[in-house]
């Protein structure tokens, strides 16, 4: 049986607010889509929430050197640590993709990608809050890595829909490029979300 008692579970902490962070940035992409206005204002806080991020990241680096005990072993904590890091320079990308690309209102499967990515950081954030007791939450940390493989699969069939789609012949140059990039980008993201599900289904096999 594993426990957390007198092993810093505060650790944990650091990693939802990082998930948040990412949610946040996810948010952020569906606002622009859905209103262009708000690019310049989103790549702005996108950066300051890359930052934030960021300085989390180091800080439980720097934190994890004078622990004796932590809650899971460092290096599986590194690696959640700086893979959900990761998720949000990824989603700062997007963001700044459809800035590049002058993406303009999103489509209808552009939105729905956006979707994902929101409920793949909000499955995050529940897991990362749900491992503080892995043995009492086994269950449902295990139900909630198999909805974001779920949502990663819906994810990649939407990429080789939309890529399908821009290559029919009927669209211009430009417009293949512009969007080509951008769902490449949530793609990534949506891959790297899978990552940090993918890490969590493995701490919870070590450990429960």
Known sequence: MFSLVNKHEEFF???????????????????????????????KEIREIEHMADAITHDVANKMKHVFITPIDREDFYM??????????????????LRIYHAGLGREKTLRMADILVELSNELIVLFRLLKNIDKNETELTERTRKINSLESEADTIYRDVISDLFDGSHDAVDIIRWKEIMETMED???QAERVGNLIKEVVMKYA
Do not use: W
């Open 13 to 43: 902490d650091f990693l939802v607010t990082n998930a948040e962070y990412f949610h946040k940035g996810t948010l952020m992409v569906k606002e622009v889509l859905q209103d262009p206005g708000k690019l310049e204002r989103c790549s």
């Open 80 to 97: 959640l640590t700086s893979t959900l890091d990761d998720c949000v320079d990824d989603i700062k990308d997007v963001i700044f993709s």
């Open 189 to 191: 993201t949506a891959d």
